[in-house]
């Protein structure tokens, strides 16, 4: 069901960007295209790096149709510049202080689900962060509920296969959290034995 919600979205999405590429693509698209293409020129301009974040996509949907490998979209999306764009926003918005930037992954990912591009890349940005600081990914989940966070955490744990990451970030993540954060660490735990090496859940 979910995944037929999404396509139908998207089939929406796709027939929204249709109807704008007669007159060019759509305004979110120019608006993170122009402030990609002005951060470039001057990536130590401060008030540059915060547009590139304002104009950046802020749930799942807004990622897929902007970056997501879809056939109606593609050529008219950003999907072949997804790297370049994902790499912009984790490391050259200084700016944009880490725990914001942190906090727009996890909207993202939030209902979600695994892909091996544009979400891959950003999941991979995000892991790098929990990694390094798992409290810090914890403090930002807390402000959800906890039905937000366990959809943070599907999107999260699902994977093609059972890679062996997937079991180390759970025992490094619980055991940096359970005792401050024992809810989210729980909604983190029933999310993985349900998702985790999976793309579809068990």
């Not at 056939?71 to 926003?89: C, K, Q, R, V, W």
């Not at 807390?142 to 093609?160: D, G, I, T």
């Not at 909604?187 to 034995?193: G, I, K, T």
Request: net charge positive; proline share 7%.
């Amino acid at each position: 069901m979910k995944k037929f919600c999404l396509s139908l979205l998207l089939l929406a999405g796709a027939t929204a960007a249709s109807a704008q590429n007669a007159a060019g693509t759509s305004p979110a698209q120019q608006k993170l295209s122009a402030a990609y293409a002005a951060l470039l020129q001057q990536p130590g301009d401060t008030a540059r790096q915060k547009a590139f974040f304002d104009a950046f996509p802020r749930s799942f949907f807004e990622l897929e149709v902007l970056f997501g490998y879809n056939p109606e979209l593609i050529p008219s999306n950003l999907y072949t510049e997804g790297h370049n764009y994902s790499t912009a926003f984790w490391t050259r918005l200084p700016a944009v202080p880490l725990d914001q930037r942190a906090d727009r992954l996890i909207d993202l990912l939030t209902g979600g689900e695994w892909e091996g591009d544009m979400p891959g890349y950003l999941k991979s940005e995000l892991k790098a962060f929990a990694d390094k600081e798992p409290l810090a990914l914890f403090r930002l989940l807390s402000r959800r509920p906890q039905p937000v966070q366990r959809l943070f955490w599907q999107c999260y744990w699902q994977n093609p296969n059972n890679d062996p990451w997937l079991a180390a970030a759970l025992s490094h993540y619980k055991k940096a959290a359970a005792r401050k954060y024992p809810r989210e660490t729980a909604v983190m735990e029933s999310a993985y034995r349900e998702f985790a090496g999976t793309v579809g859940g068990r």
